[in-house]
């Protein structure tokens, strides 16, 4: 990386951590911000934007330490996802208007993997038979807020395919990611950040430093665990 990409990136960097910093705002009493969840515990990952929820999905902790985040969702897990008001699929990311329908997931599961305080999660995609994983994606997102029901987060379109092996790769959803920017779902500023943790997490990958799925690759969720229910008060924001 030359040194005028390090100076770039070292500016956007001190933007996302004055970002984070005004996102762990909140009140010293709310015991939630600070506790973990145990292993096993039934939660929901949300997002929602300008105090709308735009989707709600149940999950089940794998890990919560400082470290790492580790969550899983199960197949069949029924979940909230967004429809335009006549019901037909969005037309973009955060239409003006939208309402949530059920929904229930289809196919092998995923596991969540996020180093806290990052703008990503490394999911490992199951295949049908929910046997091993068989691929990897990188969701660019905000960092996960803690809330009384899980974590709260907010997608940022812009994500990449990997496969199994970590040796080949593709972006996904360039043109929605632009598209949001137009649109002033994704400041611009944000949106250079966003790109830039994505190529940092390539260079990771072209020279073998991506770490993060290693102790992961061969996990398996225990054969007891039920599919966790939309919390009922999925729809309350803090």
Partial sequence: MGKIRRKNFHLLSSWASAQASRLRQVKPDEKWHIMRWYRGAQIA?????????????PV????DTPAVIALYMMPGTIYKHPRAIDGSPVPHFLPNEWVLVTQQWCGGGALYLSLPGHWYVLMGLFGDDNQRIERWYVNLQTPYQRTRIGFDYLDQE????????????????????LDAQRRGRIPVEQAAYVRRVGEDILEQLQAGRLTLPEPWRH????EQWAIPPIPHDWHVLE
């Avoid at 990952?45 to 989707?55: D, L, P």
């Avoid at 089940?60 to 890990?63: E, G, I």
Wanted: hydrophobic share 45%; glycine share 0%.
């Fill in 60 to 63: 089940t902790v794998v890990a």
């Fill in 219 to 222: 996990w398996r969720p225990p």
């Fill in 45 to 57: 990952i949300r997002e929602h934007w300008n105090r709308k929820v735009w989707t709600v999905r």
């Fill in 158 to 177: 812009l994500d990449i395919v990997i496969n199994r092996e970590l040796s080949n790769w593709s972006w996904k959803d360039e043109a929605q990611f």
